[in-house]
């Protein structure tokens, strides 16, 4: 996660440098690639994956076994992103002995601005931020279906690019990418608190991401391709 989070880092600085956020957009799916080529999971990729696991009942796999690894993946994604979070902050503010620089600057105003622009719409707020999440990990998860249909190097990192870009693009709420952000933004003096983090960002995300998730991509694609797709025997164990 230490490179996704180092991404966004980037594409905030290409944005802020070139005046243009469709730029940092445009580039920031290079983290995603880098990651997923590289073998790591993101928690809103192991939401759609290993329910559908589930679902298809795999020999092994437990609704227990399913919380284990979304414990274990969020645990490393929001360690990687948290270490990243304080060592970009140091840099913007040269160890912690000078203001933020622009870029950090912009990034604490980032999260200062999204996360109490939700809360001082209570309810409605909150809606807002869950469509968003789900909006977001809808893009997400395709990218993680799009790395799979092809079998070269190009071939997946264009599949990734297309929707990654347009997630970020569209400033959705993506629950891995908050947990660098806000963190950061809390580090260099953004006016928000640690439960404001949590009550109007990360948890309503993580919910949203979820559910987008699964509902548009993973349980669409498996309906739609389970017909068509060749029988498979399932083990007698697994029928029990």
Known sequence: MRVR???AAFAVTVSHQTGYPIIGAILFPVGFVML????????TGVFVLTPLALIDRRPGVTVSGILKNWGLVFAGNFLGAFTV??????VFTNGFSTEPNAVGKTIA?????RTLGYKEF???????LF????LCNWMVSTGVVGAMISTSVSGKAIAMWMPIMVFFGMTFEH???NMFLFPSALLMGGGFSVMDYLIWTEIPTVVGNLIG?????GLTLYSTHLKTAPKRAIPVAARG
């Open 5 to 7: 989070a180092l991404a």
């Open 36 to 43: 997923y080529l590289l073998g790591f999971d993101l928690l």
């Open 85 to 90: 979070a304080v060592m970009m902050a140091i």
């Open 109 to 113: 105003g980032i999260g200062e601005a």
């Open 122 to 128: 209570g309810a409605a707020g909150m809606l807002t």
């Open 131 to 134: 469509i968003r999440g789900m």
């Open 175 to 177: 629950s891995v990418v």
């Open 213 to 217: 998730g699964l509902a548009f991509t």
